[in-house]
């Protein structure tokens, strides 16, 4: 079975520049979630959407962040412009149901790894 | 304000002995703790969990403990193996009382030493 699957895996790109990263969750899953990885904040949850829809966007950063989600079987967090404060990974997960217990987990993609120069 | 905190970043082990990760949450609301495996390069696999009506979770070589009332959980794996080296996250959520997302520590890289 196919896991969470984003594109691209490594992103580097120049200061002031769109970036946009790209997830495919596991079909039938009904949440899907946006999470950034640093050294000093370690994983924290930037959006999470629910049949498509967001649900709670507290944790995107600033408004160069925006996430949709046009169908189930595909989202996008786009960056613009962006900035070198902005370089982490970004990691996308989906659930059945929120994954907030051992049968719902959360399955987390492998990452993309972006570097803004 | 971090609701998770895993105080520890690094932690090495030899190779059978026990390693022991902690993690501490301060939002008495949360009733579903869960543990997260990460090796470089990939994404986190969930490894075990524990219930708050529960004080122990065991799954093979892995055993969760909850102390609610200290708001602190552990996770012993015995024996490390080298395999077993990794980044763990704790996360926890209110399953039962909001149904919330998961909230993350920034967790504990173990070195398993051969």
């Known amino acids: 079975d196919a896991g969470v699957i984003q594109s691209p895996r490594h992103e580097v790109t120049e200061m002031g520049q769109e970036v946009t990263l790209r997830c495919k969750p596991i079909?039938?899953?009904?949440?899907l979630f946006w999470y950034r990885q640093t050294m000093m904040r370690g994983l924290e949850l930037l959006i999470y959407?629910?049949?498509?829809?967001?649900?709670?966007d507290s944790g995107m950063p600033e408004d160069r962040f925006s996430a949709k989600m046009p169908n189930a079987s595909f989202s996008t967090l786009k960056i613009q412009p962006s900035e070198p404060r902005d370089s982490a990974v970004y990691f996308c997960?989906?659930?059945?149901?929120?994954?907030?217990?051992?049968?719902?987990?959360?399955?987390f993609g492998d990452g993309t790894r972006l570097s803004i120069l | 304000d971090q609701q998770v905190k895993q105080n520890s970043p690094s932690l090495s082990v030899q190779e059978g002995r026990i390693s022991i990760l902690n993690c501490d949450y301060t939002?008495?609301?949360?009733?579903?703790f869960l543990w997260y495996k990460k090796y470089p390069a990939e994404g986190p696999t969930f490894l075990i969990s524990?219930?708050?009506?529960?004080d122990k979770n065991e799954d093979g070589r892995f055993t969760v403990f909850l102390n609610k009332s200290a708001k602190h959980l552990s996770l012993h794996i015995v024996p490390s193996q080298p395999g077993d080296s990794a980044v763990y996250f704790c996360?926890?959520?209110?399953?039962?009382?909001?149904?919330?997302?998961?909230?993350f520590g920034k967790g504990t890289r173990l070195s398993v030493i051969a």
């Open positions: 939002n008495s609301m949360f009733d579903y």
């Open positions: 079909s039938g899953h009904d949440y």
């Open positions: 997960a989906s659930s059945l149901g929120q994954g907030g217990n051992s049968n719902q987990p959360q399955h």
């Open positions: 996360a926890a959520s209110a399953y039962d009382s909001g149904n919330t997302p998961l909230v």
């Open positions: 524990i219930s708050s009506i529960k």
């Open positions: 959407f629910n049949n498509n829809v967001p649900i709670d």
